[in-house]
């Protein structure tokens, strides 16, 4: 209980509905908005397909349909029968999202990891949470789970749920709401048109190569024109700085690239590199693959 002094205030004059969910934003665990960026398109155009690496802090998913799955409180009652509630209960959601089966497997990666969650709703509202530092706004912290298994027999559009649990009742007492000029969509025009990025070719430490298939997602085309520059390596445990030297366009989406361990050394049996391909128009990513990670034998 918060042992505080209480006061009244005044009410609205207009009585606005919030609406229901029909989307949220994972931003990175301490992303951070001022009242003006928070509504700032541009912002979170950068945040979900910048073409730097370093700044794309951020990923929107539609929602099709979600339970509030948080614990009703727990009231205790007293010998003398007078009631109270015992503690807070965090909230948590069940929400099922607008992806395609390939977009799901993709996000395995996030699960267990903590973000913080700015939700949007139908009636067009932004909502997040306010911090101790008055003029800072982010989104609620939250661990997020998948649920892998059969496809529901009764209603299709729950196939793909994300389990959402948060970490702080507190958050929620300090919601503000705001009511930008885009909408949830805008946001999901910008997310990239995903790609699948999968080795054909293991790594030949002799020729320093490894082949790999680009294509584009559910679709199996293949995806052509890239560069040298397109493939990152996010990471890797390579006793040097692991970089795609060069590449070579084999045609419909195969390509045969030249990794080296430093300046020319080859990866040695063991090592491993974690990397991922995108297509851009110098400031926006407009395609994205999986990451996807070889360990060479």
Same mark, same amino acid.
């Given at each position: 209980? #918060?042992?505080?002094?209480?006061?009244?205030?005044?009410?609205?004059?207009?009585?606005?509905?919030?609406?229901?969910? =029909?989307?949220?934003?994972?931003?990175?665990?301490?992303?951070?908005?001022?009242?003006?960026?928070?509504?700032?398109?541009?912002?979170?155009?950068?945040?979900?397909?910048?073409?730097? &690496?370093?700044?794309?802090?951020?990923?929107?998913?539609?929602?099709?349909?979600?339970?509030?799955?948080? $614990?009703?409180? &727990?009231?205790?009652?007293?010998?003398?029968?007078?009631?109270?509630? #015992?503690?807070?209960?965090?909230?948590?959601?069940?929400?099922?999202?607008?992806?395609?089966?390939? $977009?799901?497997?993709?996000?395995?990666?996030?699960?267990?990891?903590?973000? #913080?969650?700015?939700?949007?709703?139908?009636?067009?509202?932004?909502?997040?949470?306010?911090?101790?530092?008055?003029?800072?706004?982010?989104?609620?912290?939250?661990?997020?789970?998948?649920?892998?298994?059969?496809?529901?027999? $009764?209603?299709?559009?729950?196939?793909?749920?994300?389990?959402?649990?948060?970490?702080?009742?507190?958050?929620?007492? =300090?919601?503000?709401?705001? %009511?930008? %000029?885009?909408?949830?969509?805008?946001?999901? #025009?910008?997310?990239?048109?995903?790609?699948?990025?999968?080795?054909?070719?293991?790594?030949?430490?002799?020729?320093?190569?490894?082949?790999?298939?680009?294509?584009?997602?559910?679709?199996?085309?293949?995806?052509?024109?890239?560069?040298?520059? $397109?493939?990152?390596?996010?990471?890797?445990?390579?006793?040097?700085?692991?970089?795609?030297?060069?590449?070579?366009?084999?045609?419909?989406?195969?390509? %045969?690239?030249?990794?080296?361990?430093?300046?020319?050394?080859?990866?040695?049996?063991? !090592?491993?590199?974690?990397?991922?391909?995108?297509?851009?128009?110098?400031?926006?990513?407009?395609?994205?693959? =999986?990451?996807?990670? !070889?360990?060479?034998?």
């Amino acid at each position: 209980m #918060d042992c505080q002094t209480g006061y009244f205030s005044g009410l609205s004059d207009v009585i606005c509905k919030l609406g229901k969910i =029909n989307g949220f934003m994972l931003t990175d665990k301490g992303t951070t908005f001022t009242d003006a960026t928070f509504i700032t398109e541009s912002t979170h155009h950068l945040g979900i397909a910048s073409a730097t &690496t370093a700044n794309r802090d951020s990923m929107v998913f539609p929602v099709l349909n979600y339970e509030n799955t948080t $614990d009703d409180v &727990t009231i205790q009652t007293s010998n003398l029968n007078l009631k109270d509630v #015992d503690g807070k209960v965090v909230p948590s959601a069940l929400f099922y999202i607008d992806v395609s089966a390939c $977009d799901y497997q993709t996000l395995k990666g996030l699960e267990g990891r903590l973000f #913080d969650v700015v939700l949007f709703t139908d009636e067009g509202k932004q909502i997040g949470t306010r911090t101790s530092t008055l003029s800072t706004v982010k989104g609620f912290r939250a661990k997020i789970a998948f649920k892998y298994g059969l496809p529901p027999s $009764d209603n299709g559009q729950l196939q793909y749920a994300v389990h959402m649990f948060f970490r702080a009742q507190s958050e929620f007492e =300090n919601v503000t709401y705001a %009511s930008p %000029s885009y909408s949830f969509t805008d946001l999901v #025009d910008f997310v990239p048109v995903g790609l699948d990025v999968r080795v054909t070719t293991a790594y030949v430490t002799g020729t320093k190569t490894s082949v790999v298939l680009v294509t584009k997602r559910s679709t199996g085309l293949g995806h052509i024109g890239l560069a040298a520059a $397109d493939f990152e390596i996010l990471e890797s445990n390579g006793s040097a700085t692991v970089v795609v030297a060069s590449i070579t366009d084999n045609g419909l989406g195969s390509y %045969s690239l030249v990794i080296n361990n430093g300046s020319a050394s080859a990866l040695a049996s063991g !090592e491993w590199y974690k990397l991922q391909v995108s297509d851009d128009d110098s400031t926006y990513n407009t395609y994205q693959s =999986n990451v996807m990670k !070889e360990t060479v034998a």
